[in-house]
């Protein structure tokens, strides 16, 4: 029998992945039979790591910090994975506060293969994937700005281990380009092989690719395997395009979970002299431009998005 969901766990790091220059996926074991719980697709966990981090003054200060992660493997598997992006450089000093509190670069550097952590399930119910964890919903375009796939990637997974024929996914997938820029080219696109690994399997995935600021435009041959350049609901002679209906379909009965930044969701972005500015986001796209029912989108909205006009 599992934990309650209020109670920590301790987890054991058995495995890292690197999915791009600044991310990487660990996987996770239970370290006894005591430790495992159950979880559904769309669920988040908050793990509490011992880390030492800068002072302005130039000394260090160690102490627990913890960040929430959507899980990004199936409930159905043994191991957890939680995939972490580096979110602030490397000795990055908050100018208000006048220490670092930055996580990813400081876990990347300082804990290990073999590790323990602390984590703690967060119980919410109505988390944006809760319809499509209950069954509720099973035709899913799923809207994910550059970070936001990790849900995805838990639910593809799921897809393959029940197999269960009803359930059909888009995967709408931003990204500013594919190659991060640097002198190896390492993609900058978190799953990019592997989704199109997928893609090839299932018959009931699809994933479209969108690239904002890619310079080249990219092709494939497969049915199930699309690219796409400029915003999603912004066709390439910048007339609006029903992006929707063009690549998913069936617009009246799908469900548009969207996870991302409130730039990407909302079109909400700080600028960099501090003011807030709206634009369009997903959500204004989908109810203006297909129609889409209010009742019919969900979200997950991890940050503010910094940007400047382009």
């Known amino acids: 029998m599992s934990k309650g969901t209020e109670e920590n766990y301790e987890l054991q790091i058995v495995d890292k992945v690197m999915e791009t220059h600044d991310t990487y996926t660990y996987s996770f074991s239970p ?32 102490g627990l910090v913890q960040r929430t992660y959507s899980i990004a493997s199936s409930p159905a598997r043994d191991l957890i994975d939680l995939t972490i992006k580096d979110e602030k450089p490397y000795g990055y000093l908050n100018p208000i506060t006048k220490k670092a509190d930055g996580f990813a ?17 967060n119980s919410s119910k109505n988390h944006f994937l809760s319809k499509v964890a209950t069954g509720v919903e099973k035709d899913i375009a799923y809207w994910s700005g550059a970070n936001g796939a990790e849900s995805a990637r838990c639910l593809i997974q799921y897809m393959q281990d029940t197999n269960d024929p009803d359930i059909r996914l888009t995967l709408f997938y931003s990204n500013p380009t594919l190659h991060s820029g640097a002198e190896d080219e390492t993609l900058n696109v978190i799953y990019y092989d592997w989704l199109i690994e997928m893609a090839k399997k299932m018959d009931n995935f ?25 915003r999603f609901f912004l066709g390439i002679d910048g007339t609006e395009e029903k992006t929707l209906s063009k690549y998913h379909g069936n617009t009246d009965k799908s469900f548009n979970p969207i996870c991302g930044s409130s730039g990407f969701i909302s079109g909400i972005v700080k600028l960099p002299n501090g003011k807030i500015e709206r634009r369009k986001g997903i959500m204004q796209d989908l109810m203006e431009i297909e129609s889409v029912n209010p009742e019919k989108i969900d979200k997950e909205q991890y940050y503010l998005e910094v940007m400047g006009i382009e």
């Open 105 to 121: 670069a400081y876990f990347f550097e300082q804990v290990k293969l073999g590790d323990k952590i602390k984590a703690r399930l």
């Open 31 to 62: 370290t006894s039979a005591s430790q495992r719980f159950t979880f559904s697709v769309g669920q988040s966990l908050t793990i509490s790591a011992n880390l030492k981090r800068p002072l302005v003054s130039g000394n260090y200060e160690e």
């Open 206 to 230: 699809k994933v479209v690719f969108s690239f904002t600021r890619e310079k080249e435009t990219l092709s494939s041959d497969h049915p199930r395997i699309i690219y796409r350049s400029g």
